[in-house]
């Protein structure tokens, strides 16, 4: 908790305020992502420990966080609303390549590939 004295108040109110869900640990893994401005951030599916409440607050603090410091996310997830929320351009992988990939809303609202579109059918979006 030391450390997060040193944080700029935007990023404290995020870390200490707004994401409550979640265990401790992973609370403080992210909180550690978020305490400095970085260039990049790869996380692989950041949610998935989450409840509902506690995703919404994680990407909501994710986005600031990237509008804030103009930071590069890239992010692995299965649940194409998280896309939608996050993400600026969408790549969809099948067997490891790349079935499909654009801007997010070409993407999720007309994927060229079948699997893509048989993968998004089951997603309200």
């Not at 409550?20 to 998935?48: S, V, W, Y």
């Not at 603090?61 to 103009?70: I, M, P, Q």
């Not at 299965?78 to 996050?86: E, G, K």
């Amino acid at each position: 908790m030391k450390s997060a004295l040193k944080v700029p108040f935007f990023h404290r109110d995020l870390l200490l305020n707004r994401i409550r869900q979640g265990d401790k640990a992973e609370r403080m893994a992210f909180a550690r992502i978020l305490a400095d401005p970085r260039e990049l951030i790869l996380l692989d599916e950041p949610t998935a420990a989450a409840d509902i409440e506690g995703t919404v607050q994680m990407e909501q603090a994710l986005d600031e966080y990237v509008r804030e410091t103009g930071c590069t996310l890239l992010f692995t997830t299965h649940m194409p609303s998280q896309a939608a929320a996050l993400a600026q351009e969408i790549i969809l992988l099948e067997g490891g390549r790349i079935a499909e990939k654009g801007l997010t809303e070409q993407v999720l609202n007309s994927p060229v590939n079948e699997r893509a579109r048989l993968f998004l059918s089951h997603w309200r979006l």
